[in-house]
């Protein structure tokens, strides 16, 4: 019988509809996860607070704190832990706003389970790949700029930041590529783990987030590069 995905890992899954939380409570379950479920914005923060856990499930309609808070406070404790939003929220204004907030992927409802269990699966593959890959070169210098990878903390000019997990993802694999021509689908499939048939519209989100980071010039970068109908290309020089 095969091994079930990441058994053990732990998901809370952030949800105020009952029926459809106890369904994907049951599946994820089924998967080999541990799930715990949070029915509301409060209990989601004390859980978060109190417990470990290896992935977050997030509606954004919720009572007291809504899904775009929770990601917020979530991002500025612990900016490692993927961050999936699931919503009945459709414009492409939300979908926006909780990736520029930290959310690393974006599904609205309804969905299909297996599309949903996939990302899941992508996004804990992609965490552990990244753990990996950031061990061999921990720290990358380039201009006025300092990434340290395991941390996810960035020297940028005169300020500091933290970046999120996807963030970071995204700028190693581009600096592990350096100088070659990378496709939105080939950086869907490596750092999302995703199919390219999904929008890449989200690629050009956290790109223009990268940019805001480490160009002098959002307007015409030097280090991180469009090409026309092609994709991105990383230089350092």
Known sequence: M???PFKESKILLVEDEETLALG?????????????WARDGKQAMTLFKTKE?????????????DGFEIAKFIRAQKPQIPILMLTARTTPEDKVKGLE????????KPFHLDELLLRIKGMLKRKMWYKTSSET???????????DFENLNAKCAS???????????LLKYLVDNKGKIISRKELLENVWHLSSEIETRTVDIFISRLRKYFEPDTVNPKYI???RSAGYTF???
């Open 53 to 65: 856990y290896d992935l977050i499930i997030l509606d954004i309609m919720l009572p007291f704190f």
């Open 101 to 108: 907030l930290g959310a690393d992927d974006y599904m609205t």
């Open 2 to 4: 095969e091994t079930k």
């Open 225 to 227: 590069l469009s090409v």
């Open 235 to 237: 230089k350092d020089d």
């Open 24 to 36: 994907l409570e049951f599946n994820l379950t089924d998967e080999g996860y541990k799930v715990e």
């Open 159 to 169: 300020k500091k930041i933290i970046l999120t997990q996807r963030e970071a993802m």
């Open 137 to 147: 070169q921990p720290v990358y210098k380039f201009g006025n700029n300092e990434i």
